[in-house]
């Protein structure tokens, strides 16, 4: 069984859609989050949550919004996408607690057109 | 706040050549640190953590890394590297307060040639 599961793997699409990606995790881990990686390899966080209540919030435009349903589950919507957010998006989670790495999803490589 | 200094951004190695990555952190309190690998067009997995005890500490794939408090650097190393440490490796940082949050270092690209 994957222990953080994203979907999709490779998204598509042009400018000024909308779409969603989604991230599972089976670990009974308490804490998600959202990682950018842009074309340089640099890892950002972008939100943290902790038992479905937002934690982190770092410096991203409100055209993003992360939604979670419950502890297991951390989704991203994407408004009115720009080139500039094409990248690879990495879900992850961990038990809380800073001795804790992350476990770290497949990745939801993005390309805006 | 804290942050992470990776001065090697692309390392290239004939196998069986030893190595080490530099990584250096910046922060006042106690932190845990990491080093995470990602192999070409994968997602990054750990190698390896260090929060207390023996500054010296081992990971899977006979990695290795050195905590040195004073030089507040986390050095990772390998005796003798093999073709499939090809990827990009990442050292991070967490504190032990505030968010907590994992804080990435810009990553090394290791190429390591036959």
């Known amino acids: 069984d994957t222990a953080v599961s994203q979907t999709p793997k490779y998204l598509v699409t042009q400018m000024g859609n909308d779409k969603s990606i989604k991230c599972e995790q089976n670990?009974?881990?308490?804490?998600m989050y959202w990682y950018k990686q842009d074309s340089k390899k640099f890892l950002k966080i972008m939100f943290s949550y902790n038992n479905k209540e937002l934690i982190i919030n770092e410096t991203v435009p409100n055209r993003f919004s992360p939604k979670s349903p419950d502890k297991a589950h951390l989704n991203l919507h994407i408004n009115s996408l720009e080139l500039g957010d094409s990248a690879v998006y990495f879900c992850?989670?961990?038990?809380?607690?800073?001795?804790?790495?992350?476990?770290f999803g497949s990745g939801t490589r993005l390309t805006v057109v | 706040a804290q942050s992470v200094s990776q001065h090697n951004h692309h390392v290239i190695l004939s196998e069986a050549a030893s190595l080490e990555l530099g990584c250096n952190y910046s922060?006042?309190?106690?932190?845990?640190l990491f080093w995470y690998v990602q192999y070409p067009g994968q997602h990054l997995q750990l190698l390896l953590k260090?929060?207390?005890?023996?500054?010296l500490v081992k990971g899977i794939k006979g990695f290795e890394a050195e905590f040195i408090k004073s030089k507040f650097s986390f050095n990772l190393r390998k005796p003798s590297v093999q073709w499939s440490d090809t990827a990009e490796y990442f050292c991070a940082v967490r504190s032990n307060f505030g968010n907590e949050k994992l804080t990435f270092g810009t990553g090394t690209r290791l190429t390591i040639i036959p």
């Open positions: 260090y929060f207390s005890g023996d500054p």
């Open positions: 670990l009974g881990h308490d804490t």
């Open positions: 922060y006042g309190g106690t932190v845990n």
């Open positions: 992850a989670s961990s038990q809380q607690g800073p001795y804790y790495g992350y476990t």
